[in-house]
């Protein structure tokens, strides 16, 4: 039996499909506005942090 048709079982199924695809938008536009905004210096010591020991 395939993946499908056990979730062709479970009532409002689609429920979950559209709420973690708005959980995953929110928190992409929510990163990228952190990223675009964020301090350039904050930017450049984080990006450096696997460097250093």
């Known amino acids: 039996m395939?993946?499908?048709n056990y979730?062709?079982?479970i009532?409002?199924?689609d429920i979950y499909?559209?709420?973690s695809f708005s959980i995953f938008f929110v928190?992409?536009?929510v990163m990228g506005?952190?990223?675009?905004?964020?301090?350039?210096?904050m930017i450049?010591?984080?990006s450096r942090l696997?460097?250093?020991n």
């Open 2 to 4: 395939k993946f499908i």
């Open 7 to 9: 979730l062709e079982k």
């Open 11 to 13: 009532t409002n199924v």
């Open 17 to 19: 499909a559209l709420s």
């Open 27 to 29: 928190v992409f536009i």
């Open 33 to 41: 506005t952190w990223a675009l905004k964020a301090d350039k210096k």
């Open 44 to 46: 450049e010591e984080i």
């Open 50 to 52: 696997p460097l250093d």
